[in-house]
Every structure is written in C-alpha cells, then in structure tokens.
C-alpha cells in the first residue's frame, strides 16, 4: 500500500470507529454508498442492525469478473465472529470469516461442500491490511481479496446487485491467533442484497491499496 493511500484508509478507519462509537445502532435495510471525508475510497456498505455489525465492500472499475475486493468488517467485541459468504449461501462457495485477536484481528478463509464446519480454502487470498484493528469496544478488519469474486460454479457481477449472506456468532473462536481455528455454529445469519456498482472506487486508487 503506497503511503498516500495508506493514510487515507487510516483516516477512513478513525472516522469509522467514532462514528459507530457515538451511533452505537444504525438501522439500514439496504446497501448505499459510503465516503470517508479526505478519502478517495469510497464503499458500498450494509449494516445488521439488530448486532451491529457492519460490511464494507470497494472494487475496482472493472465490468467483469474476477476482480480483487477490499473488503472491510467493523464489529463489536460483543461478536466472537462475523463473515460473509460470497455467493449468498453456505455451501459450495467462497467465505471469509473475520474476529479479534488482541488489538488486531484475523482473517480466514473456508469453503464447505455442504452444512458442516467449513475447512480452510486455498482458492482465496487475503492480504491483511494496516488499519485492521481491535480495542475493548471494537474490532476492525481490513483486507484485500484474490478469488473472492469468481469460483468454481459462480461469480460476482461489479455492476450491480449480488446476493450475499451474512453470519455471526457471539462465541468466541477456540484459537483467536489461528486463521484455521475452530469455531462454533452461528447463532445469526441472513441473506441480503448488496450493491456493487456503488462499490467502485478509480483503477489508480485500488492498485495503491
């Protein structure tokens, strides 16, 4: 990450965090556009209010898949872990799992072939990024994803509405440092539609990242 843009994402990553700190739930039924002040990296975010818990998604300007995705998951220490699952469902498609570890948090990707613990996954790449942080109140992840948008059987569309789903569960993971731990069922969970087109950030821009 080049040291401008870096900057920027950090100023993007303290706006956040006191925003969720002085607006502790935030209602929203849907997708919109999300633009940190003195920041070229715009995000297209939804929110589960009834947690708290918060996904942020920026790709490139591009028309088709695969493309990288940075991907942001803002959460309270109240969630022992959150994800999403890339192609809507549980089974047979890309998740990426995020919780705390200390004043950080840990990213890590699994795939499942059908309603069981889902194993590690190797067909996705994460490059964990600086502004990825935790407190006593919140954690932060931040992350660029390799071969979140197209797998074997689907694919993201850039230019508009995907569905996605959404996870959690209250219990912390059994390994926090470990992005191949244990982990229990989740006790929340939903399928939503999530805006891409609002996601798209200049080419230049996300090459920095």
């Keep these: 990450m080049g040291p401008k843009h870096l900057a920027l994402l950090a100023l993007s990553s303290t706006q956040i965090?006191?925003?969720?700190?002085t607006d502790?739930?935030?209602?929203?039924?849907?997708?919109?556009?999300?633009?940190?002040?003195g920041t070229a990296i715009c995000f297209s975010e939804f929110t589960v209010a009834a947690y708290n818990i918060t996904y942020r998604i920026a790709i490139p300007?591009?028309?088709?898949?695969?493309?990288?995705?940075?991907l942001q998951i803002q959460a309270p220490t109240s969630v022992g872990w959150a994800g999403l699952a890339w192609g809507g469902k549980m089974s047979s498609n890309p998740l990426t799992l995020g919780w705390a570890?200390?004043?950080a948090a840990v990213v890590s990707s699994r795939w499942t072939g059908g309603h069981s613990l889902p194993g590690a996954y190797t067909g996705a790449t994460y490059t964990v990024l600086p502004t990825t942080t935790a407190n006593s109140t919140w954690w932060q992840l931040d992350v660029l994803c390799k071969g979140c948008s197209q797998w074997a059987g689907g694919s993201l569309n850039p230019n508009g509405v995907n569905g996605l789903a959404w996870a959690k569960a209250s219990r912390a993971v059994t390994t926090a440092a470990s992005n191949t731990s244990a982990f229990s069922i989740h006790d929340g969970k939903a399928v939503f539609s999530h805006d891409f087109s609002q996601a798209k950030i200049p080419q230049g821009v996300f090459d920095a990242l």
């Excluded at 965090?17 to 700190?21: C, D, I, R, V």
């Design 17 to 21: 965090w006191t925003s969720s700190a």
């Design 24 to 37: 502790s739930v935030k209602r929203q039924d849907a997708t919109h556009k999300y633009c940190p002040g």
């Design 61 to 70: 300007e591009v028309t088709t898949a695969p493309f990288d995705i940075l």
């Design 101 to 103: 570890n200390g004043k």
